[in-house]
């Protein structure tokens, strides 16, 4: 009986590898074949830190918007495509893609918030962009908006967030490490291609924002890389990034912060507006607006944005 069930075990385990490495090679053909999508990047490279970051820069008008992506964004010059084709005929728009994101080189360095900053930075310098600047940020890159506008609070003139993660959002958080290597493993071998389905769980993917060339461009970005080592350093060091943006004083500068429901926060929706209620407390230069979208606010919300967008920015003209 022992025997039977030894040779029964290492049958399967022959066959789970036999599949897996079924998987892989659909997996490198696949990758081979969508390289031709990622040929020529969607804006320009320049050399940070000697690695290659990409910035996308259009539109002119009087003021310059930045979008700072959230955590694990694949593309993030495709994500917010939906906002800004709205608003670069009127302002001069940018879209900063960190290392680990969209066309930009990968990293396993440190992901403290001075170093996203100061690479965030030397890479506007590099396309000529000169501040001052209004931050957009989504999600996690709350934490860097909020720390830029206390390290360098004149090259600031205005944050509108995008559902933006405030410091308080991280008290509870205890990322599994583990998990996340483990989660990359299993995207590198091409698992990612058959346990999830990017059309529907991608919001840039689920709207009418992007072209077929664009979608298939952002699909290829996305299975180059389902879950870069950047990333995961983010959420290995959020924590204490976090923990600084608390200990800092949030100077007086014009926020419009739009807040989600709460769905796909992993917070219900009372806890996460809490949150942003009680940052927005005392501060009068704070704008607290709420809608009932999921947490990629401006895929769902985007012409109530633009418009309530357009208002902020005469007021801090």
Known sequence: MLKTMLKLLKYLSSLLL???????????????KEKKLLTSS?????EVDGKNMNVYVAGKGPKTLVFLSGSGTS????????????????YRIVVVEKFGYGFSDDSATSRDLDTLLTQTRSALQKVGIEGPYVLLPHSM???????????????????IGLDMSLPEAYDTWHPNMLAYNSLQIVANIGLSRLLYAVDKNIAALTDDSLSQKEQSIYKALFYRR?????????AEQVKKSSLLVKQEQFPKIPSLLFVSNGQGTGFTQEKWRGISRRFAKGRGHIVLKFLNSPHYIYHDSSDDIVKEIRKFLNKID
């Not at 036999?18 to 081979?32: E, G, K």
């Not at 969607?42 to 320049?46: E, K, S």
Request: charged share 20%.
């Open 75 to 90: 593309s993030p010059i495709l994500d917010f495509k939906v906002l800004y084709s709205s608003l670069e005929k009127d």
């Open 226 to 234: 389902p879950l870069s080592n950047a990333v995961i350093k983010e």
């Open 42 to 46: 969607i804006g320009q490279r320049v």
């Open 18 to 32: 036999f599949i897996l490495a079924l998987v892989f090679l659909f997996h490198q053909y696949s990758l081979n």
């Open 141 to 159: 890159s709350g934490l860097e908006a909020l720390h830029w506008s206390t390290v360098y609070p004149k090259e600031i003139e205005g944050i």
